[in-house]
C-alpha cells in the first residue's frame, strides 16, 4: 500500500506538472490529470455559460412572432438558433469532466445553477432585440475572447466558432439600433429608452468587482480566466461609448467622461443591490424564465423517450444480427 507521505508528495508532484502544463500555454485536455478544484470550477463556469444561452434564447424568442419584417424575423431566428447550437457545444464540452447533461439540466430546473443575471430583464419593445444584440452580445464577446485562450482545450475551442456567431449577433444588433436611431422620432426614443434600460444590466454581466469576485485569482492562475472581471468591464465600455455617439444616443451614465490621462472612461456605479438582488432569483423574469425552461424540458420528454426507445429497438437488432 502507498503510504499518506507518498500520497501527498505524488499530489504535489501531479499538481505541480499541472501548473508547469499551463504557465507553458499548453492545453488541458480531459483524460488528463487535473487539480479537483479545476475539474469543479471549469464545470461550474461552463454550465453557467451553456445555461445563459440556453435561457437567453427566450427574451428574443418573445420577439419572433412580432419581427417588423420577414427578412428581421429570419435574421432574429437565426441568431436565437445560433444561441442554442452555443448551449449544445458547451454542454458536450462540460461533458467532458465527468458530469451529465441530465444533472446539469437538473441543476438549472431547480434553480441551483445560476445563468447569466441579464436574461432576467424584459424585452418590452422592438428595439430591445437591437440593444441585447448591440449591448449583450458585445459584453459577451468582450468576455469570450479572453476564453478562446483559456487553459482548457474543449472549452477554449467551443469559443472560436461561439465567437465568430456571436460578432454577428453584435452586428445585427447595432444595425437594429442604427436604423431606429436614424428613424422618426418615436422609433429613436424607443432606442434610447432600450439603452437606458439595458446598460447597467449589461455592465453586471462582467460579475463583481475583482476585489469582491471568489474565483478570479485562483482561475487566473489556472488561466481558465485571462482578464479580470473589471478590465473587460472596462474594456467593453471604451469599445461601446463611440458606438452610442455615432448613434446620437446617451449612455445613462452622468459620471460617463474621458479620461485623457487613463486614456479610457471614467464612469459611475453599479447598483450591486439589484446585482445580488437579480441573481438570487429575485429579478423581474426570474420565475418565468425557469418556468419556462422547464415547461420545454417537460414537454420535449416524449422526444427523448421515442429517441431511447428507438435505440433500444437498433441495439437488439444488431445484437440479434450478430448472434
Ligand atoms: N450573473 O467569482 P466571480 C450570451 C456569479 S450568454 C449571474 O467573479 P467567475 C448570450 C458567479 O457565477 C454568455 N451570476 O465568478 C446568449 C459566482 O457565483 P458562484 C454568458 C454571476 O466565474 C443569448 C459569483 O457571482 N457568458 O452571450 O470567476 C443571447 C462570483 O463571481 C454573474 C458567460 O457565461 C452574472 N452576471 O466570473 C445573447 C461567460 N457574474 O458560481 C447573448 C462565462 C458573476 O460561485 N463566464 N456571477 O455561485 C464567465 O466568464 C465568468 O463565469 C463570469 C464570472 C465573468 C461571468
Known sequence: MVSPVTDDREEIALNEAFQAKVDAELKIEPKDWMPEGYRRTLIR???????????????????????????????LMAKI??????????????????????????????????????FNYPTLNWADVGAIGWLV????????IALCRCSYGPYARAMVKVCKEESFHQRQGYEIMMVMAEGTKEQKAMAQDALNRWWWPALMM???????????????????????????????????????EYLDLTIPDDKLKWNEEKQSYDWGEIDWDEFANVVAGNGLCNRERLQTRRDAHDGGKWVRDAALAYAEKRKKRAAKQAA
Not at 444561441?83 to 464540452?93: D, K, P, Q, R, V
Not at 452580445?137 to 469570450?144: E, P, R
Not at 485569482?217 to 468591464?233: G, Y
Open 45 to 75: 463556469q461552463m454550465s453557467q455559460h451553456a445555461h445563459s444561452e440556453v435561457v437567453g434564447m427566450l427574451p428574443e424568442g418573445n420577439w419572433l412572432t412580432r419581427a417588423p419584417s420577414l427578412k428581421r424575423k429570419g435574421v
Open 137 to 144: 452580445d458585445g459584453a459577451a464577446i468582450t468576455n469570450q
Open 206 to 244: 462582467f460579475g463583481p468587482h475583482d476585489s469582491e469576485s471568489t474565483h478570479s485569482t485562483q482561475n487566473m492562475k489556472w488561466k481558465i480566466k485571462r482578464t479580470s472581471n473589471d478590465e473587460l468591464r472596462q474594456r467593453f465600455i471604451d469599445a461601446t461609448v463611440p458606438q452610442a
Open 81 to 118: 438558433q445560433d444561441e442554442g447550437g452555443h448551449g449544445l457545444y458547451l454542454y458536450s464540452a462540460a461533458e467532458t469532466l465527468g458530469i451529465s447533461r441530465d444533472e446539469m439540466y437538473e441543476q438549472l430546473h431547480t434553480g441551483k445553477a445560476k445563468y447569466s443575471s441579464i
